[in-house]
């Protein structure tokens, strides 16, 4: 599970040793976060997204668990109950707002955890198996967040309810029984409040166990690092604690001041104001638009508008949809190149960068009306966003000549290894 | 309202009825004449869901003034779907014409929808 050089936990208090003896966790903490963890000593802050994540995580969950102690799931008041967390509730407004803002903080994170994944090669191996536990974890975090945006029974709830269990009609055959089993009537109402609460609340404590696994999975080749080079003696490494725990605490400092600036200052700025509407089955608003961090997916579901071939344009804008994140899936295969880092990648850097806009510019049309231009826009930046995987990696990774590789990662961070044996670890 | 869904009722104007009968049914995602799509004697009487069948907002069209897309129908802001005078799919996403719910008129000036 770690490096030989790891330090070994010796407890020197006869409680500890007590414990240690019967149920080994301090043990186990000092293992995975504490100086018996030794660490890549040139990671930089990308690093610190994982532990955000699991810091948005625990947000949630605390925010969740108070609010449901005042929210109530039945249509008929379920709007009114979160009014009344609003105004009423002692701090009320307080975690519904850190509780919004804390699903917008956790996509923000979460993707630049995942842009990290992306430009150090994190994917893979030794690392794909912690790729596709955070894939997962990824779906899981979508579902969670559109069934909690659900809750508040606004205008958007209702209708975004609607329309993406809607994309379950698409499927051919049982498509229209499978839509109104899952809502568990014709269309969203009280059944369908009532169940997404229970899987609201569930779901959270699922992406736990999978966060354990994930995090179980990676202790076992330990993190990767900005150069990609796997760590070869112990002159390579760093205890976590306290080198990273500084670090990673540091970075907790920065993601709160930008939070507590979202949750007090502009509390609403990413919502949508149709959501302080009472639900209304009679009439959509003029401009549907998911939660922000669904907009590139969304983007992509509306830029079919054709039939192809013998696929209807609802099923193939649904099929691209899930696609475009099931192709993750297959990243660590797709991408043969030996290199992980982007460092010594010079075609895969700029390829990768061209894709990030890409997304940006998809992201930016899911969230405009389906007018021309956007509709156009979408299709190209659709048709490339596959291209990408399917075609651009498999070709770049087997052209591309790689830069020279640093011989270790304290060469990389000090120069010549002889240099550095000499040298004390920065 | 039928099945918590709206429905939408429309009293067609003898051009609009011109309209849906000008058009050739091989151009059609979801083929239909008017008449498949309204009880005889009653063809002026078009009645559908107003579920759009791609992913069931409420087209826009039913009340005075709003837009009725490039068809003269009925228009679904949500993805861009646009709807005929007889309600039948021409653009976007959506796969189906609106649906027509099973209904029968008990007196001249009254339906009864189910
Ligand atoms: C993966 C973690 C989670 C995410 C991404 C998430 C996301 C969301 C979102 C986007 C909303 C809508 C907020 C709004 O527009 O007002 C919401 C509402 C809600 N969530 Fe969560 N949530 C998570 C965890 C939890 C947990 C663990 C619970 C409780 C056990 C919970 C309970 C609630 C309740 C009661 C509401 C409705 C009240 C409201 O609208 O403010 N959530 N959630
Ligand atoms: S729901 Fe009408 S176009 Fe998508």
Redesign the pocket.
Known sequence: MSFPWANEYTPTHPFMQWLDAKLPLPRFVYNAVGAGYPVPRNLNYFWNFGVLAGFC?VI??VT??I??MH?AANSDIAFAS?EH?MRDVNWGWMM?YA??NG?SA?FVVVYIHIFRGFFYGSYKAPREMIWLLGVVIFLL?MA??FM??V??WGQMSFWGAQVITGLFSAIPIVGNALHTWLLGGFAPDNAALNRFFSL??LL?FV?VGLVILHIWALHIPGSSNPTGVEVKSESDTVPFHPYYTAKDGFGLGVFLVLYCALVFFFPNYL?HPD?YIPANPMQTPAHIVP?WYFWPFYAILRAFTQNFLFIPAKLMGVLAMFSAILMWFFLPWLDRSPVRSARYRPMYKWFLWVLVVDVVVLGYCGGSPAEEPFVMISQIAAIYYFLHFLVILPIVSSLERPEPLPFSITESVLGRDEQAALGVPA | MFRKQPVFVRNLTPKEIAAAYAVPLSSLRDPQTLAERTKPGHENWLITMGVCTHLGCVPLGAAEGEPRGEFGGYFCPCHGSQYDTAARIRKGPAPKNLEVPDYKFTTPTSVTIG
């Open positions: 995580l949630q969950i969740g668990v609010l449901a929210y979160v967390i519904r509780h919004a699903a956790f975090m969670t967040a909690g945006y809750l508040p609201h609340f959270p992406i919502g959501n939660e």
